[in-house]
Structures are given as C-alpha cells and as structure tokens.
C-alpha cells in the first residue's frame, strides 16, 4: 500500500473512535443538564484532559513547533505563559467556580452565572455575556474548519472544501448527539492522541539524528541564540515589555467559557486539586515535546543537504514524524493534529449551544420542558456549525488571524469577572456589565493599532481596564443586595468544609 493510503486508514480509524464516543455519549445524555454539564458529574482527570484538548488546537503540533524552529526558545515564553495561566486557574477559579456555580441557582453557563451571582434583574449582563460568547465562538469554529481544510489539502491532496465538510461534518455529529459528555469524552482521547505523539517523535527523533549534545551544536551552528530565552536586537526595556506581553496569553485561561466550563462539571470542588495535578503535568511534558521537537528539526532539516531544508516551519512535526515513523504510525501522528483543531471545535459548540438555549431562549419566559430543551440545545449546535461553515467556505479568509483577537476578547471581557466575582463580594452587576465591555472594546482597538498590537498583546490592557472599571463602578453604587453575602459565606464555608478546615459536623 502507499503512504498515503496508511495515513488515511489511521485518519480512518480516528474517525471511526470519536463517532463511537460521541454515540456512547449519546446513550448517556437524558436531559438539558446532561448535555450542557454533563450532570456535573466529570472526574477530574477527565476534565483536565478534556480541558487542555479543548485549549491548545493546531497551536501546540505546529504552531509552537514552527515559531521555535523560526527564532529559538525566546518564542517560548508564550508556552511558559500558558502552563502558569493554567495552573492559576486551576488553582484559585476551578474550586470556586465548582462550588459558587451551583450555590448561585444550579448556573450551568458562564452568563447564567454572571446573572445570577450578581442578581441582574434585567438579564442585561446575561444577554451581553452569552452574544459575546457567540460572536467570538462563531468564527473559533470557523478559524478550525479553515485548518482542517487546509490540513487534507496539504497532507492528502483533497479540495479544501471536501477537507471542510469532512472535519465539519464528523465533529458536528459527535457533538451534535453526544453534547458537552460528548465533547468532553472525545476530547480525552483527542488528548491523550496529542500527548502520545508530542512524547514519540523527539523521542523516536533523537536515535535518528545523533545524540542529545550533537543535535545542541547543530541547532547552535544555524542559530547562536537558539537556546537563549532573552535574545532580541530591541533595547532591555523593549525586550522585557515583549516578553512580559507574551506571557501574558496566560491571563486568557481566566476567562475562557470552553475552558473554565470543566470546572463547573467537577463532582466536588476538591477534585480540583487532582485535575490540577494532571493538568499542569500534560501541559509542561506536551510543551517540552513540542519545543524538543523544533530544535531537533533545525539540526536535521539545516545540514549540509539542501534537499532537506523546509520553507514552512509550522511543518516541522508533521515532516519528522513521516519521515522517521512507518506510514500508518505516521498516519496516527497527522490524526492528532486533527485531534488537536476538532477537539478545540467540538468544546465551542457545546458553549455556543448552552449560550444560545440556557441564556437567550429560556430568558424569553416560555416553559419547556427537558426533552424540547435538549432538541433546542442539539438545533443551537446545528445552527453555529453551519454559520461557521459558510464563514469557512473561503479558504483566503483572515479568520485565522481572529484566533488569537478572540483569546484576548474572551480573556479581557470575562477573565477579570470571573476573578473579582469568585473573590470580591462587592462587585455588582453594573460593575461587570461596565468592566466587560470596557475590556472588550479595549481589545477591539487596540488589536487593530499596529503601533500598540506589535509592542503589547492586547488582552493586557484590556484586562487590566476591565477590572478597574468593574471595581470602580461597583463601589461607587454602594448597593447591597440581599443574598449576596449568605451566598458568599456559603461558598468559602462549603470549600473550607471540602479542604476540611472545618467540621463537618458543624452547623452552617
């Protein structure tokens, strides 16, 4: 058999496995609480791998691989940004999202949350948090059909419409069906598929090209700096400010809805130490992978032979990996980068659908009951896949470039809410509604400024706009509405009582 007839027995077998999740996933989903948050009943390795599946897309197998084997480990400090960001957001939001969500009415969204914490009586807040979950998703969605397109073009030889409708139509199913258990379940093995292979090719990589220290001093002979974290022709100020500014994508985590969603579907919020654990550990092993593989790739693709030599860095992986494993090995290491971009795919769905059922239908006063709301929530899916497939059509689209524009409007507009709600009883609706769109504008303009995108990423600003406004507008109300207090004792009491700092026994 060809090569490329092993590649596509493995995308195959892929395929297959996630169609089988995702109907397995459907055979557990009974009601609108299933589908959305699966019952809150994840464990927490589950969400921590699901989690991280649904966040590192294509970015992670190409993207990160590709800038190190460009300019050298100073484009790490974006990894390095991650992984803290990650593990601060397991640290100090999931426990308390995990309990506050379900003391705060059973909220099984993010704006569902955001209203009923902050008792927004006229769902303002609600509806502005859910058409930003929405319009940002919608192209999310988009951005990775657009990849997906352009993975079987190039790997594969297909049309870029026919690589589209296939990613499209296969996530769409497994989540239309299956919802967020579907999503979640398939996102493990989407995963643990990434992980296996960001461990397999340096390792495999290594006995090909030499050993550890003569693939150092072949990626030293084509770049001096390439193991230089601080390496720049801008002055030390500049050079601080841009890697201050590209750590900071690790502010977005706070408020990301595919992200933090997870939190809310832990069984207790003690799980989420554990989920932390195996978090943080996936992510620094899968990042070394990556940037492990780049710096094998300058040695061998830069030697004496010109033939070998690449003109798109971001195919460094993918190139490695056919040349050094078998065909449908190698098959099974393409099959994660699609892993990758569906898995991240599959999540925003489920987000968009739970905005569009739980945050805009049900906020129009009509009864339904749960098996109208679970078709509700499955035609919300079908609707947001199909906009971002007609987005998606045209493959010269800048949707792409929307990605990292639309980390930085989730992480200004929600990050700050999320943090000062968890933390600060006083924050008030006016206060959020205030700091959100502030942090959204924010990012708006200047991610479209070259002069201020090109020296700070801006979800910094933005995120610091936010929660200033927020706290300024909510003390300048000096309101107090009533519950808000016994909730926020409530939470802390159930989380002092989960870590067992207090009895049990005790009264409430």
């Known amino acids: 058999m060809s090569e490329t007839t092993y590649q596509l027995i493995a995308t195959g077998v892929y395929f297959a496995a996630m169609l089988a999740i995702g109907y397995y996933a459907y055979t557990r989903t009974r009601n609108i609480d299933g589908y959305m948050l699966a019952e809150r009943g994840l464990h927490p390795a589950v969400a921590a791998l699901s989690a991280n599946a649904a966040d590192m897309s294509g970015w992670l197998l190409m993207g990160l691989p590709g800038a190190i084997y460009a300019s050298g480990l100073i484009e790490s400090w974006i990894a390095i940004g991650l992984t803290i960001g ?4 397991w640290k100090f939001v999931a426990p308390r999202l995990r309990a506050y969500t379900e003391i705060a009415g059973d909220s099984i969204t993010i704006p569902s949350y955001f209203g009923r914490r902050l008792r927004d009586r006229t769902n303002v807040l609600r509806v502005v948090a859910a058409l930003v979950i929405l319009a940002f998703f919608t192209f999310y969605v988009s951005s990775g059909m657009v990849a997906a397109g352009k993975f079987f073009e190039s790997s594969f030889g297909w049309t870029y419409l026919h690589g589209v409708l296939l990613v499209a139509a296969i996530t769409l199913v497994y989540t239309l069906f299956g919802g967020f258990l579907g999503a979640t379940l398939t996102d493990v093995a989407q995963g643990l598929l990434m992980f296996a292979a960001l461990v397999a090719v340096p390792i495999v990589a290594v006995f090909k090209v030499g050993s550890p220290g003569e693939i150092a001093d072949g990626a030293r002979a084509v770049n001096p ?10 002055g030390a ?4 400010l841009s890697i201050f500014s590209t750590a900071a ?15 809310m579907a832990l069984r207790t919020p003690a799980d989420a130490h554990y989920g932390r654990i195996v978090s943080t550990t996936w992510m620094i092993i899968t990042a070394l992978g990556a940037i492990t593989t780049a710096l094998i790739g300058i040695a061998y693709f830069n030697g004496p032979d010109p033939a070998k030599q690449i003109d798109d860095p971001e195919t460094v992986f993918l190139l490695l990996s056919q040349i050094f494993f078998h065909p449908l090995v190698a098959g099974f290491v393409l099959a994660a980068v ?4 569906m898995s991240t795919m599959s999540s925003q769905l489920v987000v968009c659908s739970s905005a569009l059922v739980e945050d805009l239908v049900n906020l129009t006063g009509r009864k339904a009951s749960d098996k109208a709301l679970l078709v509700y929530g499955r035609i919300g899916v079908l609707v947001v896949a199909l906009v971002g497939l007609v987005l998606a059509l045209d493959p010269d689209s800048a949707i792409l470039e929307l990605v990292a524009f639309a980390w930085a409007g989730f992480g200004a507009a929600f990050g700050p809410i999320v943090l000062l709600s968890l933390y600060w009883r006083r924050l008030t609706a006016h206060g959020a509604l205030a700091g959100m769109i502030v942090g959204a504008v924010t990012v708006f303009v200047w991610g479209n400024i070259d002069s201020l995108s090109d020296r700070m990423y801006e979800i910094l600003p933005g995120f610091l706009l936010n929660l200033l406004v927020a706290v300024v507008v909510s003390l300048a109300q000096r309101t107090d509405e009533p519950g808000i207090g016994e909730e926020f004792d409530r939470m802390e009491r159930d989380l002092a009582r989960d870590r067992g700092d207090i009895d049990l026994t005790a009264a409430p």
């Not at 990650?86 to 957001?89: G, I, R």
């Not at 700096?225 to 801008?234: K, Q």
């Not at 706070?254 to 969603?261: D, S």
């Open 237 to 240: 100020g500049l050079l601080a």
């Open 249 to 263: 994508w690790g502010l977005g985590y706070f408020g990301q809805p595919h992200i933090i969603v997870r939190f």
């Open 338 to 341: 699609l892993a990758a971009i």
């Open 225 to 234: 700096d390439v193991f230089n974290l601080f390496a720049g022709d801008d």
């Open 86 to 89: 990650a593990w601060l957001n």
